[in-house]
């Protein structure tokens, strides 16, 4: 039986709170969130180049979803990987593209200036849930949306952080990730953990050739493989699981929590103090996603 099948099986009571599959979708794409907000962070930890970081973290993110994979399914990812299709192997390219994209702008540019700019997701996800599987995002998901973007403008416009390069690596990013949201709610019946397996592990082969890995130092090895499972195999596979419970658009919101989150680790860690208008920017996004996400858990 799968992990999906298994956790919604039958909605679940909580103390006040009936755990339906909706709201276990909003409760695990919150965690992926978490998650992947922390990869600004182990950027600034691992003294490695962006192509080495790609290596190591496609390696282990691979090798730790691979047994996620065996664990929620009766085949392994070989068998597995005979179902996927053609579908399946355009979500895993998409979602290493992205990977590619979302280390290279965490290394050309700020972790603030890339959260923010990926803050958009939820605008380009809705118009594309729209138009190609024709899921209308509700009034309150709209409005959500438009503050966020509100909070973007306010970060581009008045603020000098960051890279051009970093700016359009971010976008590229963004656009790649709304793609795997509407794959994976558009085509529920494909093993999307085996599809994110093989991107994992695709990412690093795309960048093996450009990486060092016999630069890598001894003491960076447990980071490494934090970054890997944490940063990648915990996140994607939290991702792909909420995300088939809730529409497109509000999963896109829900992510979109990395812009004000993942700041604040770098912040916490490192003291790289973002400027005003980032902050005044992801507080924006962070109250206008917070406050439509408190109306859909009470209804």
């Given amino acids: 039986m799968s992990i ?17 599959p909706y709201l276990l979708g909003l409760i695990l794409v919150i965690a992926a969130t978490v998650s992947w907000s922390t990869a600004g962070l182990f950027t600034r930890i691992i003294a ?3 192509w080495t970081l790609l290596l190591w973290r496609g390696l282990f993110g691979g090798v730790a979803i691979a047994v996620v994979v065996r664990m929620s399914s009766g085949g392994g990812l070989f068998y597995q990987c005979k179902s996927l299709g053609v579908a399946g192997w355009l979500f ?40 190609v599987i024709g899921e209308r995002p509700s009034r309150g998901a709209i409005a959500a949306c438009v503050v966020s973007l509100v909070g973007v403008i306010i970060m581009m416009g008045l603020s000098s952080e960051g890279t051009w390069q970093g700016a359009l690596l971010a976008l590229g990013m963004t656009v790649c990730l709304a793609v795997m949201m509407i794959m994976v709610r558009a085509m529920p019946e494909l093993p999307i953990l085996a599809a994110a397996c093989i991107s994992a592990f695709m990412s690093a082969a795309m960048a093996l050739p450009f990486s060092s890995p016999m630069s890598t130092q001894p003491d960076q090895w447990v980071w490494l493989m934090a970054f890997g499972i944490i940063n990648s195999a915990l996140g994607l596979t939290l991702f792909i699981i909420g995300s088939k419970l809730i529409p497109a658009v509000e999963t896109a919101l829900i992510t979109a929590l990395d812009a004000p989150l993942a700041p604040v680790w770098v912040w916490l860690i490192f003291s790289e103090t973002p400027g005003a ?18 109306g859909a858990a009470r209804s």
Avoid: E, N
Wanted: glycine share 6%.
């Fill in 4 to 20: 999906i099948s298994s956790i919604c099986r039958k909605p679940r009571s909580m103390p006040g709170l009936q755990l339906t």
């Fill in 48 to 50: 490695l180049d962006r």
């Fill in 92 to 131: 895993a390219f998409v979602s290493a593209i992205g990977m590619v994209f979302f280390i290279s702008a965490l290394t050309t540019t700020t972790v603030a200036h890339v959260s923010i700019i990926y803050a958009v997701v939820p605008l380009v996800t809705a118009a594309i849930a729209w138009v």
């Fill in 277 to 294: 208008a980032t902050v005044l920017g992801g507080s924006v996004v962070f109250v206008s996603v917070g406050y439509y996400l408190y």
